[in-house]
């Protein structure tokens, strides 16, 4: 897939989640009226990325909002073994939800997600 044909599917697929997140503000409900859509846009990127792909897609769209979110309003932990809990971050900071092993910020807009759905 082309990142401009990559792109244009992300794009429309926010434009209706945002339309569907102003409906249900309204008090519609909208649940059922965009599941096959969703279900295309999910079986095109499972098709070309594998499932692996998909996880990190719906990620991007739903857990990031569209790389929107901002991660920095709270501190984040990590558990080490021993069960408890160390801080890597303070509220505040400016930081990228998901990085690679060596620390760099992947998965953060359009283009960087569509480099390492390609990279799989």
Not at 15 to 36: A, C, Q, S, Y
Not at 50 to 79: M, V
Not at 99 to 108: L, M, Q, R, V
């Amino acid at each position: 897939m082309t990142y401009e044909d990559f792109l244009a599917v992300g794009l429309r697929l926010q434009k209706i989640e945002k339309v569907r997140t102003e409906l249900m503000k309204l008090g519609v409900d909208v649940l059922n009226l965009f599941d096959p859509y969703d279900e295309i846009v999910n079986a095109l990127i499972k098709e070309i990325y594998g499932e692996f792909g998909l996880d990190w897609f719906n990620w991007f769209c739903y857990e990031s909002e569209f790389g929107q979110k901002d991660w920095s309003k709270a501190a984040s932990y990590i558990k080490n073994d021993d069960g408890t809990l160390t801080k890597v971050h303070e509220a505040g900071e400016q930081r990228h939800a998901a990085t690679d092993k060596e620390g760099n910020p992947i998965c953060y807009d359009w283009e960087s997600l569509y480099n390492y759905l390609e990279q799989l």
